[in-house]
């Protein structure tokens, strides 16, 4: 004996089971985080092999620093052919 039910004159069967969500193996997720460990790694490896990572050395910073710093104190060359240096 089959029930049904019409709904706005549809058919909809009153013994459809709900379904229920499929497992993921444990396998399958493992090798996947695998995977994605192994891309950023190389990503990285990538990314080094670039120069990416590298930071700018403080000595050559501090360097163009006193040199601009030097470039503002020196006299103009007005105050050269004035003064004696």
Known sequence: ??????W???DIDSDLVEELPT???LWLVLVAVGAG???LGLIIL???KCSFFKRARTCALYEAKRQKAEMKSQPSEMERLTEDY
């Open 37 to 39: 460990l192994l891309l």
């Open 46 to 48: 990538l990314l080094w």
């Open 1 to 6: 004996m089959e029930n049904k039910t019409t």
């Open 23 to 25: 497992e993921i193996e």
């Open 8 to 10: 706005f004159s549809v």
